[in-house]
């Protein structure tokens, strides 16, 4: 006999309601960095747009600098833990496939109504769980969401390899996702290409862990030049879909924070995609290093908070990195 099942209702529309974020408090100059590599200052900030970067203490997890944002995330959406009802965290270094670091935020946060999994989607993770964030809050299966991004790079990089030791740094951001009367999360564009996995990977390759002098394990490697031939060509297409599914036109946003990977990567894209003078576009690269995950919600807690980008403005997010994989869409801010 089949017997009816109910379904979930969700709301009618999601948004950002609000946003937290943690920066290490260590400050990584250029200078220390070329300490171990052979680079310039000047080499990193005309090439990256880098002038500093923060790291995190070495006894400093991923998973307590996602706490630490979602914990001001929280506090400032005035939602208390216990609502919550799933915990989503993007990253790729937390230090073990199991279990994950979202069941450990969740706990720790004192969400205990909540599921938690995590994102494996590199620095396309928090516009990835954005996405999803979104269907959960529409579909019904949770009626807030914590959404954190977060990395702890400096875990993961050879520190002394010149082709990621001056990009890569430390962090987390996390919003709180719920309830809308009106859209203000746009429709995602997303993509993954698996033909480039070994653009940026996490070989079990070879590369002995200087500083350890001992046991080989997973080290991030990239071919700079292959991403940002890709970025460069793809993500301003990307861009440009997002806001046309979004129905919002460039002159229209307030603000794009793209990944913060490289600012010759944001550049390019602000050329092609004709952004106007008013739209405010995120440059936290420059003190903050690419954080992977982090970097989009560490970007845009910091343009609002400085008042580059204004609460309820409209915002234009894209995400890309290992996969190769990409995800962009159209917000309000929160
Ligand atoms: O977050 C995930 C996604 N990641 C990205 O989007 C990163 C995308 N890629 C990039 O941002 C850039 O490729 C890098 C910033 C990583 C590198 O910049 P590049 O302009 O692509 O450098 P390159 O690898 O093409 O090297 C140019 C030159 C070479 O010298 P020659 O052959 O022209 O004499 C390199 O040997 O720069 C040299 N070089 C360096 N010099 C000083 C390479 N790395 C360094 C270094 N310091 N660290």
């Given at each position: 006999m089949s017997a009816t099942i109910q379904s979930p209702a969700g709301a009618a529309f999601a948004r950002i309601l609000s946003i937290g974020s943690y920066r290490p408090e260590r400050v990584v100059t250029n200078a220390e960095v070329c300490e171990r590599i052979d680079s310039t200052d000047e080499w990193i900030r005309e090439r990256s747009g880098i002038v500093e970067r923060r790291y995190a203490a070495p006894d400093e997890s991923v998973v307590d600098m996602a706490v630490s944002a979602a914990e001001k995330a929280l506090a400032s959406a005035g939602?208390?833990?216990?609502?919550?009802g799933f915990v989503l965290v993007a990253t790729v270094?937390?230090?073990?496939?199991?279990?994950?670091?979202s069941a450990e935020v969740a706990y720790r946060l004192g969400a205990t109504n909540a599921g938690a999994t995590d994102i494996s989607s590199a620095c396309a993770g928090f516009c990835y769980g954005l996405a999803m964030a979104q269907d959960m809050v529409r579909g019904g299966s949770a009626m807030y969401v914590v959404l954190v991004g977060v990395e702890k790079l400096t875990d993961w990089i050879d520190l002394h390899d010149r082709s990621t030791g001056f990009i890569f740094a430390d962090g987390a951001g996390a919003v709180v996702v719920g309830p809308s009367d009106e859209a203000a999360i746009g429709p995602v564009v997303w993509g993954s290409d698996g033909?480039?996995?070994?653009?940026i990977s996490m070989t079990q390759s070879l590369i002995d862990y200087r500083d350890n002098g001992g046991p080989r394990f997973p080290t991030l490697v990239m071919k700079g030049q292959q991403v940002f031939r890709w970025a460069v060509s793809k993500m301003a297409v990307a861009s440009q879909e997002a806001l046309d599914r979004a129905g919002v036109t460039a002159d229209q946003l307030d603000a794009f924070i793209p990944h913060q990977a490289n600012m010759r990567i944001t550049d390019a894209m602000i050329r092609a995609l004709h952004l106007p003078e008013h739209v405010a576009v995120a440059r936290?690269?420059?003190?903050?290093?690419n954080t992977s995950a982090a970097s989009v919600p560490i970007a845009m807690d910091r343009m609002l908070s400085t008042g580059e980008a204004p609460h309820g403005g409209t915002a234009l997010l894209i995400g890309f990195g290992a996969g190769l994989a990409y995800a962009a869409q159209v917000v309000t801010l929160p």
């Open positions: 939602i208390s833990a216990d609502q919550v270094t937390h230090p073990y496939p199991t279990p994950s670091a033909s480039q996995l070994d653009a936290d690269i420059e003190t903050t290093g």
